[in-house]
């Protein structure tokens, strides 16, 4: 839950980092409250005040940079496991993905070739 006392935040990052397994890294902050989250590279977990869980995935700067793909239902929405809320998270970015290539391709004929051949291998995006 988020606007909790330090010391509980940090216990509940911790144990949110439990149930999440392998290279999550606990996440706290101070904000009108101390708040709370897990995070792995551009996927972050958070707890709303419901105790439902809400994930994030976002850009290679990470979801702090408001470079978000997608994320998951909120509070009375969320989910009761927060691995069910990675798992739709990362399900909406595939989707996402997919649907923004589908349209990068089938606009690929707009540039003249070389253009956008440039523009992709910028920005690191595989054809």
Known sequence: MN????K??????KAL?????DGWEPNVWQNMGWHF?????SI???QGTDGRFTA???SKEGVASGGMLAWT???EDGYEDPCNAVREALGNASRFTRQL????ISNYHLCEKSNVGTLLETERIPL
């Open 3 to 6: 606007g909790c006392s330090k």
């Open 17 to 21: 980092v439990q149930k999440l397994g």
């Open 8 to 13: 509980v935040a940090v216990e509940r990052s």
């Open 37 to 41: 989250s897990a995070s792995l590279g």
């Open 101 to 104: 290539m589908d349209t990068l």
């Open 56 to 58: 994030l995935v976002g």
């Open 73 to 75: 239902k909120h509070n």
């Open 44 to 46: 972050s977990v958070h």
